[in-house]
T-cell receptor, first 114, second 112 residues
Framework: NAGVTQTPKFQVLKTGQSMTLQCAQDMNHNSMYWYRQDPGMGLRLIYYSASEGTTDKGEVPNGYNVSRLNKREFSLRLESAAPSQTSVYFC?????????????FGDGTRLSIL | DQQVKQNSPSLSVQEGRISILNCDYTNSMFDYFLWYKKYPAEGPTFLISISSIKDKNEDGRFTVFLNKSAKHLSLHIVPSQPGDSAVYFCAATNFGNEKLTFGTGTRLTIIP
């Protein structure tokens, strides 16, 4: 049982390049999330999807777009990467709203933007 | 504005002793709290949670205490083991909400 799988694990981009981070879960979860983790900042929510076909902004959505392709997959796109987007990105999923079941996280994508 | 604060970036504890990790929050609307544990190069994993209707929740060696009047919660690990060395994140939300607000984490090191 793979849980939450993120690809790629590492990526280096140049300023202005675009990139899509992929996330897939095999737990039949309804909700999926994208976070970024920066030193001294904890994890901050970028976007989330409560169900297939819906997406909502989190705390730091600027510069990102998301697609909930189907129940399993939730992608995060950087249209024009900026050095401020250098971070570790985590995808998570949960069966439903927080409190019913906790969120399960992938192992992260380490993204550097030069 | 940091709504969930973990004021100790790091903590070292002898193996076998008690580890106490602290977390403070400012948003009085939060009513559900979670602790996550994170090893290097891995994603966070859920450890334990507590609802605001309780003041204590226990799971094996892990106990979370909630003091609503002080807006403070703590995670106790007894006894501490080397495998407990990790970064611990406190998180808070409204029950039924989609959004978790995380603290900045405390790096726990268990000394053999």
């Amino acid at each position: 049982n793979a849980g939450v799988t993120q690809t790629p694990k590492f990526q280096v981009l140049k300023t202005g390049q675009s990139m899509t981070l992929q996330c897939a879960q095999d737990m039949n979860h309804n909700s999926m999330y994208w976070y970024r983790q920066d030193p001294g900042m904890g994890l901050r929510l970028i976007y989330y999807s409560a169900s297939e076909g819906t997406t909502d902004k989190g705390e730091v959505p600027n510069g990102y777009n998301v697609s909930r392709l189907n129940k399993r997959e939730f992608s995060l796109r950087l249209e024009s990467a900026a050095p401020s987007q250098t971070s570790v990105y985590f995808c998570a999923s949960s069966i439903g709203r927080v409190g019913n079941q906790p969120q399960h996280f992938g192992d992260g994508t380490r993204l550097s933007i030069l | 504005d940091q709504q969930v604060k973990q004021n100790s970036p790091s903590l070292s504890v002898q193996e076998g002793r008690i580890s106490i990790l602290n977390c403070d929050y400012t948003n009085s609307m939060f009513d559900y709290f979670l602790w996550y544990k994170k090893y290097p190069a891995e994603g966070p994993t859920f450890l334990i949670s507590i609802s605001s209707i309780k003041d204590k929740n226990e799971d094996g060696r892990f106990t979370v205490f909630l003091n609503k009047s002080a807006k403070h919660l703590s995670l106790h690990i007894v006894p501490s083991q080397p495998g407990d060395s990790a970064v611990y994140f406190c998180a808070a939300t409204n029950f039924g909400n989609e959004k978790l607000t995380f603290g900045t984490g405390t790096r726990l090191t268990i000394i053999p």
